[in-house]
């Protein structure tokens, strides 16, 4: 049958869920490198320029192809299975899978030619033409190319270019690259594919990723402004422990898939670090412990656990969080077992979306330095924000410990702007204890840091803000590294 944008656009097309449909529109390739590709965007509208992504989610849908297609400059007609999406994390809300073209496009050409339509790709990057107001982020930008602001700043000819000192390696303190995460969605579950990881970190330059499973996405959603996560339900007895197990073994899955090597003590950080992609198994939220300590030792054996973040978006038996009411004080005295454990066996303990009185209990356990992975400074944070107050951040510091910025659009318009919120850190608490957090794939809406292929162009907005290449060093990996080590050992 046939659909058009009105019925995706209105939610009538909920009744062709599972269906075959065809549909018409404008491909919007998410890999503008790539000579075809099996995964794209489908939008209502005529693109601005080559990779645009449209504003509006409702205006387009995701699309998984059968086989592999060239990328197109004109309409495209399609066939395929119709799935409704429910409360998936990117904001889609329609997927069409097993698709294949049909014959002749539904509607008149467009006037350029492909190659015209590839280098604009390449030139401009997949980005939505105002940043920050497409509320659903896709999650196959991990493979997208930096922004045109990117390129025409930090990657200008004039630009500061960072020279890595010797036995430097970089590392993104928290990411779910390689769609590592089960999806919210039940109709992917734990099916969901994954999209390259190693290219874009071998591009960019980064050495060592703590990629991170999540254990609480069952019972957790986008609330209704869009604009943040929340529980939504009590987990089932049992249920979080087996979605960790899941997604722990997906991780290994993706390092599989990726040919990535795992780093799990400081000597094989420093001889695997420099080969090539590295993976740390980190987890966001220890809602897979269920409250049980001797977890932390299964996870660490069976699955090579080395970062463990005490909680997430749910108040679990560890502690409260910043993006709901505290209920327990802050740190409970399970949470407090489990930091003991972590600093015994050579776990770094991470107190991301943890509250203020959590991580000031949590300072006052740990033998060990904290880590904060993933927020950004606030001198007077909102509520329910994830960002953290100047006190926040030196709580971290005095354990020796490093807060990671992160690239979100809700904080920072541009790479230029991070590294200035990197500097505003680092004057608080000093450069030592500052590192990066991307977040990658984490975000509702898209960040300014969207592929470690725009590594060096972070770089060079941080020597643009005044650090010294050494500094720069030290926060795209050196300071978290020191914590590996004497977390780790």
Known sequence: MQIDWPTIQTGRADTSHGTVVDISGWMIPLDPQAHTVDYFLLSANEPCCGGCVPRNPLTSIEVYMAAPL????????LRGRLVRLLDDPAGWRYRLVDALPLDRPQSPPRRFSRRAFLAS?????????????FAGYTEAHDEAAPTAQTAQSAQSDNAPKWQAPAGTLTIDMHSHGGRVIVSRNPAIGTNRPFIPLAAPMRAGGMNVICLAIVTDTTVTRVADNRKRFEAWREPQPGELYALGQTEFVRAHQLI??????????SASLSTLGP?????????EGADFLEGQVDRVDEAYTQHQLRHLQLTHYRVNELGDIQTEPPVHGGLT???????QRCNALGIVVDVAHGTYDLVKRTADTTTKPLVLSHSALAT??????RLITPDHARVIAGTGGVIGVWPSSGTFHDLHAMAEGVKRMADVVGVEHVGLGTDMLGFI???VFRSYRQLPDLASALLLAGFSQAEVAAVLGGNYRRVFEASVG
């Open 256 to 265: 599989e898939r990726e040919q990535l090597r795992v780093v799990t003590n």
């Open 333 to 339: 005295d399970v949470g407090v077992q489990v930091v």
């Open 445 to 447: 809406s898209p960040p």
């Open 275 to 283: 080969l090539g992609p590295c993976a740390i198994i980190s987890a």
């Open 121 to 133: 790709s390449a030139a401009l990057g997949l980005t939505a033409c105002a940043p920050g107001h």
């Open 70 to 77: 060239a990328p197109q400059a004109e309409p495209l007609a």
């Open 380 to 385: 007077h944070p909102g509520a329910r924000s």
